[in-house]
């Protein structure tokens, strides 16, 4: 037998072994991916209005709407909700601004993400004014 030839079976054995291997590690991936919970849709029918007052004001990378977003720890008679609003960008593009201590309703669905209560806005009445941050539908105006 030739040396080309040793070579090219030696190859050819190698990714016999290989090719398995991949196929082995690809649901393992697939299942790490699997493991990430899943993001709370928004539901119309179980829509609800609450009246509190905002607690604090935060900003980080929201993973429902999958950009920095503004997240408000709202309190409704001593019982505190996760509020995911809007993405940063799309509240400053629109000036809307909210604030400590702002006692305002809250128009979205209830829901519990990373095992905490949280609630999807889809608007905020404040005195006078009145956000919007989804359609009558609850898709999100900013997309």
């Known amino acids: 037998m030739t040396t080309v030839l040793k070579t090219f079976l030696v190859g050819i054995a190698i990714l016999a072994l290989a090719i398995p291997a991949a196929t ?3 649901p393992v991936k697939q299942a790490q991916a699997g493991n990430k919970e899943p ?3 928004y539901n119309i029918k179980e829509e609800v209005r609450l ?3 905002v607690e604090s004001i935060k900003e980080y990378e929201c993973p429902i709407s999958g950009t920095m977003g503004t997240h408000l720890v709202f309190n409704v008679d001593g019982k505190k ?3 995911h609003v809007a993405p940063l960008k799309w509240l400053e593009e629109y000036g809307i601004q909210l604030k400590q201590g702002d006692n305002i309703t809250l128009i979205g669905v209830k829901t519990t993400y990373r095992d905490l209560p949280a609630v999807l806005a889809r608007g905020i009445e404040r005195e006078n ?3 919007y ?3 009558k539908k609850g898709r999100p105006l900013w997309r």
């Open 24 to 26: 082995q590690q690809a």
């Open 39 to 41: 993001v709370p849709a």
């Open 51 to 53: 009246l509190g007052t």
């Open 81 to 83: 909700y996760e509020v």
């Open 129 to 131: 004014d009145v956000f």
């Open 133 to 135: 941050f989804r359609d």
